[in-house]
C-alpha cells in the first residue's frame, strides 16, 4: 500500500527537521571560520564549500575556456568508447574506463576551476549560496 498525503507530509517533515538539526554544528562551524561574514573570496571564504570558485589569477575567460576544454575531452572519449566504426569497448569495461577517464582529466585539469566538467552541477550549489547569505558575489 502506498503512503498516505499526510504520512508522506509527516514523514518529509521529521526528515527536515532531522537534518536542520544534525547540520546545525556545520553552519556554526563555517560561521565561527567566517568571522560571522560569509564570503566567497579572501582568506577566510567559505563558499568553496559548495560550489567551485577560479582563483583571484584565473580571469573569466581562462576559466570558461578550461572548462570548455576538459568537457571536449570527456565528450571525446566518452563517444570513441560506443562508436561503432571503432572498436568499441566490451560492455562490462564501459563503468571503469569511463571513470579512469574522468578521474583522469579532473587531476590534470581541476586546478584552475575545479572539477565541474558539467555545468549543471555548479549551478544549483551556486544558487543555494546566493540564497544562505553569501549574495550576488557567488555570480562573478
Same mark, same amino acid.
Given at each position: 500500500?502506498? /503512503?498516505?498525503?499526510?504520512? =508522506?507530509? %509527516?514523514?518529509?517533515? &521529521?526528515?527536515?527537521?532531522? !537534518? *536542520?538539526?544534525? *547540520?546545525? /554544528? ?10 560571522? &561574514?560569509?564570503? &566567497?573570496? /579572501? ?5 568553496? =564549500?559548495? !560550489?567551485?570558485? $577560479?582563483?583571484?589569477? %584565473? *580571469? %573569466?575567460? +581562462? ?5 570548455? &576544454? ?5 565528450? %571525446? ?9 571503432? *572498436?568499441?569497448? $566490451? $560492455? ?11 578521474? +583522469?582529466? =579532473? ?6 576551476? +575545479? !572539477? ?16 544562505? +547569505? ?7
Amino acid at each position: 500500500m502506498k /503512503g498516505q498525503t499526510l504520512s =508522506i507530509h %509527516l514523514s518529509w517533515a &521529521v526528515g527536515v527537521m532531522s !537534518a *536542520t538539526f544534525l *547540520t546545525k /554544528g556545520i553552519s556554526d562551524a563555517i560561521m565561527e571560520f567566517s568571522g560571522g &561574514v560569509l564570503t &566567497v573570496f /579572501g582568506p577566510n571564504e567559505t563558499a568553496s =564549500i559548495f !560550489a567551485m570558485y $577560479p582563483p583571484e589569477y %584565473l *580571469t %573569466l575567460g +581562462g576559466g570558461f575556456l578550461d572548462q570548455v &576544454v576538459g568537457t571536449r575531452m570527456l565528450l %571525446l572519449c566518452l563517444l570513441s568508447l560506443t562508436k561503432k566504426r571503432n *572498436t568499441p569497448a $566490451p $560492455p562490462d569495461l564501459i563503468a571503469p574506463i569511463v571513470a579512469g577517464i574522468v578521474l +583522469g582529466i =579532473i587531476m590534470s585539469m581541476s586546478a584552475n576551476c +575545479g !572539477a565541474a566538467l558539467n555545468p549543471a552541477c555548479d549551478l544549483g550549489p551556486r544558487l543555494l549560496t546566493l540564497t544562505a +547569505g553569501w549574495g550576488t558575489e557567488v555570480f562573478p
